[in-house]
C-alpha cells in the first residue's frame, strides 16, 4: 500500500522551515469515550475475576395490613443478585527503529518523532475503544469490549445483559422509543426524544439521564427543528445558528460522534454506566522490548477494562430515526 504523500521516514526529516508536529488529519473527537474517561463514569476496580455488582430487583412482598390475629406472611422473599461482566483486554504498539531515531536527531530534528508516535497511538487507541463503545460485544470472537448496542439495545426485551436474562426479567432492560417520522424528517423525534427521556428518569427529582449521544445527521435533523437564534450585532455581523456542538434537551447535553450507530440517540448517565477499569492497567505501557535480530524498540500499551451498567433501566436509545 502506498504511503499518502510523503511517507513517515520522510516526514521525520521535513525541510527546516517546518517546525510543528504532523498536522492531525485523521482523528476525530470521540465524544462517548470522552464523556465515560473523564468523569463520573470513569470508575477504577482492583481485581477480581469479573467486574460485578450487587443490585436490588424487587420489592419484598411480606408487607400489608392485618388485623388482630389474622396470619401474616413469613415467606422470604427474594431481593438481590449481582450483574457480571468479563474483564476485556485491549492493546496498542508503537515501533521505532534506531535509523528512525539518527534520521531524527540534531539538526535533522523538525519534531519529536518518539513523542508524536505515542501521541498517535494514544489517540489511536482512542478511536478504536471509542467504536467498541458502540457495539454488543461479539466482535473479535467476543473479545472487544461490550458497547450501547448490547447494553442499551434496539430490542430490550430479547437477549441477557450482564449474566441476567432480559426476557424474563423485565427489571434488566433499557428504554426504548421509535423516532420513525410520519410525514416529513424527524417530525417525530422531539416526541420520541421526551418520551424516551421520562422513561429513563427516576420520578420528577430523581435521577435524569446527563448526556445524549447521536450521529450528525440525527444531531443535525434536532438542531433543525429547534427556534431560530439569528442574532445581528450590528449591520455587517449575524449569527444565524447555534455556536456550539452541544445542545441541551431538558437540561441533558447532546452532541453527535461518527461512530454512534445509524438511526439512534442514547439517553445515557454515568450514575449508571461506567468504563470500568482494572486501576494499573489503563493505557499502561509495558517496558520497550528489542528483538534480538532487529535494531529497533516496541512498546505494548495494554488496558482492561469493559463498558459496564449498574441500572439498565434508567438508560435508553431512541431507535430508526428519520
Not at 420489592?59 to 396470619?71: E, I, K, P, R
Not at 519534531?111 to 463503545?133: C, G, P, Q, V, Y
Not at 455581523?237 to 431538558?250: A, C, M, P, R, T
Request: charged share 20%; aromatic share 10%; hydrophobic share 35%.
Amino acid at each position: 500500500m502506498a504511503a499518502p504523500n510523503v511517507g513517515q521516514r520522510v516526514a521525520a526529516n521535513w525541510e527546516l522551515v517546518v517546525k510543528t508536529k504532523p498536522e492531525d488529519q485523521i482523528h476525530d473527537d470521540y465524544w462517548l469515550f470522552n464523556q465515560l474517561s473523564q468523569g463520573d463514569g470513569f470508575m477504577g476496580k482492583s481485581g477480581g475475576d469479573f467486574i460485578v455488582q450487587p443490585i436490588e430487583y424487587a420489592l419484598n412482598t411480606a408487607v400489608g395490613s392485618y388485623s388482630d390475629l389474622d396470619v401474616i406472611s413469613t415467606t422470604r422473599s427474594d431481593n438481590f443478585d449481582r450483574y457480571e461482566a468479563q474483564w476485556k483486554e485491549h492493546f496498542g504498539t508503537y515501533v521505532i527503529s534506531d535509523l528512525e531515531v539518527d534520521r531524527n536527531a540534531g539538526e535533522g530534528q523538525v519534531f519529536d518523532l518518539r513523542a508524536a508516535k505515542l501521541e498517535n497511538l494514544k489517540n489511536s487507541i482512542k478511536s478504536s475503544i471509542n467504536t467498541m463503545l458502540y457495539s454488543d460485544g461479539t466482535g473479535n470472537s467476543s473479545k472487544d469490549f461490550m458497547g450501547l448496542a448490547g447494553l442499551v439495545a434496539a430490542s430490550p426485551s430479547t437477549g441477557t445483559v450482564q449474566g441476567v436474562s432480559r426476557v424474563s426479567n423485565t427489571w434488566a432492560r433499557n428504554q426504548q422509543t421509535t423516532g420513525t417520522l410520519t410525514t416529513s424528517a424527524f417530525d417525530n423525534l422531539r416526541a420520541a426524544m421526551r418520551s424516551n427521556y421520562n422513561l429513563c428518569s427516576n420520578g420528577i427529582s430523581g435521577d435524569h439521564p446527563s448526556f445524549g449521544v447521536t450521529t450528525r445527521t440525527v444531531f443535525e435533523g434536532f438542531e433543525g427543528l429547534l427556534l431560530a437564534n439569528e442574532r445581528f450585532t450590528d449591520k455587517s455581523n449575524g449569527d444565524g445558528s447555534f455556536k456550539n456542538e452541544v445542545l441541551k434537551f431538558k437540561g441533558c447535553k447532546i452532541s453527535y460522534d461518527n461512530d454512534c450507530l445509524s438511526g439512534a440517540l442514547y439517553f445515557l448517565n454515568p450514575k449508571f454506566l461506567k468504563l470500568v477499569y482494572k486501576t494499573g492497567a489503563w493505557m499502561k505501557a509495558q517496558p520497550p522490548q528489542r528483538p534480538v535480530n532487529q535494531t529497533g524498540d516496541f512498546v505494548v500499551i495494554r488496558s482492561m477494562a469493559n463498558l459496564f451498567t449498574l441500572n439498565p433501566r434508567r438508560l435508553g436509545v431512541v431507535t430508526a430515526i428519520t
